[in-house]
Each structure stands twice: as structure tokens, then as C-alpha cells.
């Protein structure tokens, strides 16, 4: 075996490496590196979006908020009629399994954020399975389970210092007709357009508005206005998925006192804002300061963002094993 190399005893699944294995993939409770992982090119998942998933980041290792994310893939699955191969007790066992054999030692990174250092990125996906072509769910057998562990590639230290950029596409946001906006699944094609768009216009985020014209969400992230002191972001029913990050920051507002409200905005309003800021479980919450060609208020992040983003930095730096 060369440095690197792994392999899985059947008996009881155990996984043995040498040097470094950063990531990790876990596919119905075999542990593999991603060059082995392999899913059936009929599988529902691949083509038709017919899975959901959740990401859940590490703090010292330990899956932060691992249950309110179990709990929306719960969720999500019932929306769309799917049936999860494993339940929550399950898949946060396999998680924790995956996680335990992944560890390793990290490059030095000297641009990454203190707490993005060394951990790692926890994707879970769960599809319906494959089966013969066509649409019908019930032609589907054999749901897969899933769990990829990377390191986490989160945004720089200078990025929280100094804030991103962010615009307004034109990519529609999907109409909550189409697919229920509560379920997280993978179908993601609109966001895709919309990233390809923000990163032709030099932007780290780009903001999805509805067929009126309101601000509904990033691509991956949820957005915030902060006006006056007050910090709004666009309600659930705007079609929104409802961000595990998003819930957290607005308890840490209303507990540090911080007016806190779920209201429409329109892009006018995130211009006229004094901050602006996203959340997601990767980035945290990650400071918004231009909006396309215009300044976010000062052009730096704001007293209320960093205010926030300093009660979640401590409630992150003690999380809770599930």
C-alpha cells in the first residue's frame, strides 16, 4: 500500500489507511476514497434530481447542528415522497464513522479563517434509488445512501475582514409551484445558471428574485438586510428554503436584542441597507459589502454583522455532539 491508500474489511466495515485521507466517501455504509465511489448511471438522482441532501460543516471535528439538519432532510424526503434508506440515528452514526476515518493532516493553509482551518465539509445525500427510465418514482429500487466528507474550502480570512460581492441576476428563482421550496433536494439547475452569471460579473454570491421582483435567496446562502440597527431577511413563504444557519442567527438576534424580522425586500432595499450579510452552514455568515457596482453602506462590514457573527462564533466554538 502506498501512503494514501485504503481499503474496508467486510466483516465490519472498518477502514484502515496510511498518511493522509482528507476525503472520504460513504456509500450504504462502505467507506471508499472518492476515486472508488461509483453510482449506477440510472440512478434517479443523477437523472432527474430525485434526492435530497443536507451539508453539515465540522468545528473541532464535531458536526455542528447535526440534528436540525437531519431533521430538514426528514423533511425533505416526506415533501417528495422519498424513502430514506437510513434514519437520523443512522446516518448521524455514519457520519461520525466517516468523519473518524477521514482524519488526517490538513496542507497549511496561512488564508484560511481560524475556524475553517483543518475541518471539513460533510455532504449527505440520499436519492430514490435507480431503476428503469422514466419518470414514474415507482420504477425506482435499491435508495442510495450517501455521506462525502471533504476538507472544507471555505472563504478566507480576508473575506470576513473585508466583505464580498454579490449582484442580482436574472436567473428567475424556481417558482415554489414547481417544486415545494422546503424540500432540499437536487435540483439545483437555476442556481447553477445564477452562479455562472455572478462569477462573470466578479461576484462570490448572486441574489434570486421571484416573478415579482422580491429577493428571495442566494444561490447556497440566505440573505440579510441590516437597516437602522434592524435586520431583516426575505419570510418562508417567499419560496425559500428554510436555512439551518438562518434559523440560528435570527435566535442569536433576538437574544443578544438585535430587532429581527422575516419581510419582503426588494433589491432596492438591500442598496438603501447600512449591511448586508449571507449565512450558510459553510460560511457562516459572510459579510456583503458591494452590491454589484455600488457600496453596502461604509463599504465595510458593519457593527451589527460583527456583532452577530462574534455570538456565533461562540456558540460554534462549543457544539454539542449529537
Same mark, same amino acid.
Given at each position: 500500500?502506498?501512503?494514501?491508500?485504503?481499503?474496508?474489511?467486510s466483516?465490519?466495515?472498518?477502514?484502515?489507511?496510511?498518511?493522509?485521507?482528507?476525503?472520504?466517501?460513504?456509500i450504504?455504509?462502505?467507506?471508499?476514497?472518492?476515486?472508488?465511489?461509483?453510482?449506477?448511471?440510472?440512478?434517479?438522482?443523477? +437523472?432527474?434530481?430525485?434526492?435530497?441532501?443536507?451539508?453539515?460543516?465540522?468545528?473541532?471535528?464535531?458536526?455542528?447542528?447535526?440534528?436540525?439538519?437531519?431533521?430538514?432532510?426528514?423533511? #425533505?424526503?416526506?415533501?417528495?415522497? +422519498?424513502?430514506?434508506?437510513?434514519?437520523?440515528?443512522?446516518?448521524?452514526?455514519?457520519?461520525?464513522?466517516?468523519?473518524?476515518?477521514?482524519?488526517?493532516?490538513?496542507?497549511?493553509?496561512?488564508? /484560511?479563517?481560524?475556524?475553517?482551518?483543518?475541518?471539513?465539509?460533510?455532504?449527505?445525500?440520499?436519492?430514490?434509488?435507480?431503476?428503469?427510465?422514466?419518470?414514474?418514482?415507482?420504477? /425506482?429500487?435499491?435508495?442510495?445512501?450517501?455521506?462525502?466528507?471533504q476538507?472544507?474550502?471555505?472563504?478566507?480570512? #480576508?473575506?470576513?475582514r473585508?466583505?464580498?460581492? /454579490?449582484?442580482?441576476?436574472?436567473?428567475?428563482?424556481?417558482?415554489?409551484r414547481?417544486?415545494?421550496?422546503?424540500?432540499?433536494t437536487?435540483?439545483?439547475?437555476?442556481?447553477?445558471?445564477?452562479?455562472?452569471?455572478?462569477?462573470?460579473?466578479?461576484?462570490?454570491?448572486?441574489?434570486?428574485?421571484?416573478?415579482?421582483?422580491?429577493?428571495?435567496?442566494?444561490?447556497?446562502?440566505?440573505?440579510?438586510?441590516?437597516?437602522?440597527?434592524?435586520?431583516?431577511?426575505?419570510?418562508?413563504?417567499?419560496?425559500?428554503?428554510?436555512?439551518?444557519?438562518r434559523?440560528?442567527?435570527?435566535?442569536?438576534?433576538?437574544?443578544?436584542?438585535?430587532?429581527?424580522?422575516?419581510?419582503?425586500?426588494?433589491?432596492?432595499?438591500?442598496?438603501?441597507?447600512?449591511?448586508?450579510?449571507i449565512?450558510?452552514?459553510?460560511?457562516?455568515?459572510?459579510?456583503?459589502?458591494?452590491?454589484?457596482?455600488?457600496?453596502?453602506?461604509?463599504?465595510?462590514?458593519?457593527?451589527?454583522?460583527?456583532? +452577530?457573527?462574534?455570538?456565533?462564533?461562540e456558540?460554534?466554538?462549543?457544539?454539542?455532539?449529537?
Amino acid at each position: 500500500m502506498q501512503s494514501g491508500d485504503i481499503f474496508t474489511r467486510s466483516e465490519g466495515q472498518e477502514i484502515c489507511y496510511l498518511g493522509e485521507v482528507p476525503s472520504l466517501v460513504n456509500i450504504d455504509g462502505e467507506l471508499m476514497p472518492p476515486a472508488q465511489a461509483r453510482i449506477s448511471v440510472f440512478d434517479r438522482g443523477f +437523472l432527474y434530481g430525485d434526492s435530497v441532501y443536507e451539508v453539515v460543516r465540522t468545528y473541532g471535528g464535531v458536526p455542528f447542528e447535526i440534528e436540525a439538519h437531519l431533521r430538514r432532510l426528514v423533511r #425533505s424526503a416526506d415533501r417528495i415522497g +422519498l424513502s430514506l434508506p437510513w434514519g437520523p440515528a443512522r446516518t448521524a452514526g455514519e457520519v461520525e464513522r466517516t468523519l473518524e476515518a477521514a482524519r488526517g493532516e490538513d496542507p497549511p493553509d496561512p488564508e /484560511a479563517a481560524p475556524w475553517n482551518a483543518g475541518e471539513r465539509y460533510v455532504r449527505v445525500v440520499m436519492t430514490r434509488g435507480a431503476g428503469e427510465i422514466g419518470l414514474d418514482p415507482a420504477l /425506482a429500487v435499491d435508495p442510495k445512501a450517501i455521506v462525502i466528507v471533504q476538507p472544507l474550502h471555505g472563504p478566507p480570512a #480576508s473575506a470576513y475582514r473585508d466583505g464580498v460581492k /454579490a449582484c442580482v441576476v436574472g436567473v428567475e428563482h424556481l417558482s415554489p409551484r414547481a417544486v415545494d421550496p422546503s424540500a432540499k433536494t437536487g435540483n439545483y439547475l437555476p442556481n447553477v445558471l445564477a452562479v455562472r452569471e455572478a462569477r462573470a460579473a466578479g461576484a462570490h454570491e448572486a441574489f434570486m428574485l421571484d416573478r415579482d421582483g422580491f429577493v428571495t435567496e442566494g444561490t447556497t446562502s440566505n440573505v440579510f438586510a441590516v437597516r437602522r440597527g434592524a435586520v431583516a431577511t426575505p419570510p418562508l413563504a417567499a419560496g425559500i428554503l428554510e436555512g439551518v444557519t438562518r434559523g440560528l442567527v435570527l435566535r442569536l438576534a433576538r437574544e443578544l436584542g438585535v430587532p429581527a424580522a422575516e419581510e419582503p425586500l426588494r433589491p432596492a432595499d438591500l442598496e438603501a441597507a447600512d449591511e448586508v450579510f449571507i449565512t450558510s452552514s459553510a460560511r457562516e455568515m459572510l459579510p456583503v459589502t458591494r452590491l454589484g457596482d455600488r457600496l453596502v453602506g461604509s463599504g465595510r462590514p458593519g457593527p451589527v454583522t460583527r456583532r +452577530l457573527h462574534g455570538a456565533f462564533r461562540e456558540r460554534a466554538s462549543r457544539p454539542a455532539r449529537p
